[in-house]
């Protein structure tokens, strides 16, 4: 298996919604990350996990809140979210210590 | 801290015609380098990557790219432009061990038939 598997494809929700994104491999990464993607712009790094402990958290707002529950899964807890939130969520797994990111399909967000 | 520059964010060419997209990265260390296409509303898939082995590397889809450390280059190319390869193409880098992927800003390749 060498898919980085992202659920749902596409979330509309409100600002005083709660969502989570799910993102899963089981490719055996020790790695796993999340990124936003703006239109027409490369992906943004938000956050890395290495073995199911945050590394990175690249000064996101806390209305993002991610999970790591074990090695295969990576959740994004989403609350209060602003429009300006809207983007495709990008959720990535890769080898400790190595740099190549395997992504997923993306989960496209829409805060209305 | 790393940096990728990709020049010209839209590209065009014709159906046949060679595909050139141009990387430069600024590190004093050769970084990990990657191409990746993002076609649209989808993920990153991964072209190909330089890790220090071969300085010419072959990717997917018939795309190949260059390492050269004295011109801190890594262009792609591919030598005959299918209408399917019209997409956004990403250039990568990191240094070995660091999670941080810095990207270039894209290009946006048309196909003209």
């Known amino acids: 298996d060498t898919e980085v598997t992202q659920t749902p494809k596409h979330l509309v929700m409100g600002m005083t919604n709660k969502k989570s994104l799910k993102c899963e491999q089981h490719m055996g990464h020790r790695a796993m990350y999340w990124y936003k993607q703006k239109a027409k712009k490369p992906p943004e790094l938000m956050f890395v996990?290495?073995?199911?402990?945050?590394?990175i958290n690249e000064s996101v707002p806390s209305r993002f809140s991610p999970e790591c529950p074990n090695s295969s899964l990576l959740n994004l807890h989403l609350h209060a979210l602003q429009p300006e939130d809207s983007a495709l969520y990008l959720c990535a797994s890769g080898s400790t210590g190595d740099t190549e990111a395997f992504f997923g399909q993306g989960t496209r967000l829409t805060v209305v | 801290a790393q940096s990728v520059t990709q020049l010209g964010s839209h590209v065009s060419v014709s159906e046949g015609a060679l595909v050139l997209l141009r990387c430069n990265y600024s590190?004093?260390?050769?970084?990990?380098l990657f191409w990746y296409v993002q076609y649209p509303n989808q993920g990153l898939q991964l072209l190909l990557k330089y890790t220090s082995a071969a300085t010419l590397v072959k990717g997917i889809n018939g795309f190949e790219a260059e390492f050269k450390k004295s011109e801190t280059s890594f262009h792609l190319t591919k030598p005959s432009a299918h209408m399917s390869d019209a997409a956004e193409y990403f250039c990568a880098a990191a240094l070995y061990g660091n999670n941080r992927l810095a990207f270039g800003k894209g290009n946006q390749v048309v196909v003209i038939p």
């Open positions: 590190s004093s260390v050769p970084p990990y």
């Open positions: 996990y290495s073995y199911e402990k945050l590394s």
